[in-house]
């Protein structure tokens, strides 16, 4: 079907006849017998009586047939589709309507392709012949690579993603919106915000989208600047156009069904919530919370000399997803724990949080406290913690307060006072 003899030269028929020649001249008798151990005939087989158009009819069919048997079913039309899969859909649909094609293939059809649907009228392309066809698929056959080479193709997704950069455009007055994404990130970053996956079952709706949200989409903060009037959809439901800010200072005008579509469309989206969205630890969660772990604060039994003379103030604050007692089971073998027991001190449940973002937060608020020691392990190696601090644990009880009401951007510890101080202020 590519036109200029393309379907017979790589027709499977047409090189099992050229190797069949080749084996026909010149053979010796044990030049045969060898060749009749490995199951290859040595005749010299009659001319085909085929004609070359129905050779390269039955070719054609051939690569239909092998698409598939790799697929497990005929070849479709459609965007969607790879680029080769379109042409043997084409294909299919021609030997359909042809009675002479039907009639030569049928007694090959063994996968039942020609009982097959009829080709719709958006879907048949009359009149083409092998070279105007692939030019509209977008193939130059004459390039170098053949059929494999496409040029001026692009695939679905592609086209999609064109479409979407297409839609946005540079936000003029983004200097408005800059401050917003930096306060939104700082609060992220102290934990006066939180992440929550888009989950269609939990029922994130279109009315879930208001102005003044903010969601992570496609690595990029995006913010709902405005929601227009509401209006009634093609297909019966409600909808409304927004003005949607990026964090990389462009926007676009979305349809409110487009940006709940994109959004469940990344497995990556997320909500951030707003920094009233009530505490971040207590002991009780919302049904739509997810766990994500806990704040533990140890105290040590070890006997080194620093740690036994202020047991009261050398503490570790760390987070775990898992289960704190399974966590310190074996702390005496393990120089994290000072390579001694430890007693629990206090814990802090937490949920919809990025364990390692506030585990950073509260070593960086306690960093000046940070105790300097060195431990060996049990293999005489000597290893730093970096987890435990002289600090009292009603600072510690207070910092958790602070981060969780959005104020510890305002604090920092100070150890000649052993306490909280604001920014700006002196001991």
């Known amino acids: 079907m590519h036109g200029k003899g393309a379907w017979r030269k790589e027709s499977p028929i047409f090189s099992a006849c050229k190797r ?66 379109r042409l043997y859909a084409v294909r299919l649909d021609r030997l359909r309507d042809q009675a002479d094609c039907r009639a030569l293939i049928e007694p090959l059809d063994h996968q039942r392709l020609l009982a097959g649907a009829e080709s719709s009228a958006a879907s048949r392309v009359e009149d083409l012949d092998d070279d105007e066809l692939l030019a509209q698929l977008g193939v130059d056959e004459a390039a170098p690579g053949g059929i494999t080479e496409l040029r001026h193709v692009r695939s679905a997704a592609d086209k999609r993603a ?21 306060a939104v990130q700082k609060d992220l970053e102290i934990g006066a915000r939180i992440t929550q996956p ?87 969660s919302d049904a739509d919370d ?38 310190i089971a074996n702390a005496k073998l393990d120089p994290t724990f000072l390579m001694a027991e430890v007693e629990v001190a206090a814990t802090y449940k937490l949920y919809n949080i990025n364990r390692t973002r506030l585990e950073n937060l509260i070593h960086r608020i306690f960093g000046p406290a940070r105790l300097d020691i060195e431990i060996k392990d049990r293999f005489g190696q000597p290893v730093i913690p970096r987890e435990w601090f002289l600090v009292p644990l009603p600072v510690i009880d207070e910092a958790i307060d602070k981060i969780t ?6 604090y920092v510890y100070d150890p000649s006072i052993a306490k909280l101080r604001e920014v700006g202020t002196s001991g």
């Open 198 to 284: 888009i989950r269609k079952d939990a029922g994130f709706l279109k009315t879930s989208i208001t102005t003044g949200e903010f969601f992570i989409l496609g690595g990029q903060t995006v913010y709902v600047a405005e929601v227009g009037d509401v209006f009634k959809a093609p297909n019966g439901e409600s909808d409304a156009r927004l003005r949607v800010i990026y964090s990389n200072g462009t926007e676009s005008n979305l349809l409110l069904r487009s940006l709940q579509r994109a959004l469940y469309k990344d497995e990556t989206s997320r909500r951030i919530s707003e920094p009233s969205a009530g505490p971040l630890f207590s002991n009780v």
């Open 290 to 327: 997810l766990a994500s772990g806990s704040i533990y604060v140890l105290r040590s039994k070890s006997d080194t000399p620093i740690v036994s003379a202020n047991r009261d103030l050398v503490h570790k604050i760390g987070v775990t997803g898992g289960d704190i007692e399974r966590r």
């Open 162 to 182: 064109a479409e979407e950069i297409a839609n946005r455009e540079r936000c003029k007055d983004f200097d408005r919106f800059k401050p917003l994404f930096e």
């Open 20 to 85: 069949r020649r080749s084996v026909a001249k010149g053979f010796t008798d044990e030049d045969d017998a060898l060749l009749a151990e490995l199951g290859v005939e040595s005749e010299a087989k009659t001319a085909s009586s085929r004609t070359p158009r129905e050779e390269r009819i039955i070719a054609g069919f051939e690569e239909i047939q092998r698409f598939v048997e790799e697929h497990g079913r005929a070849p479709q039309h459609g965007e969607d589709h790879d680029i080769f899969e």
């Open 405 to 410: 009401d959005g104020t510890i951007e305002n």
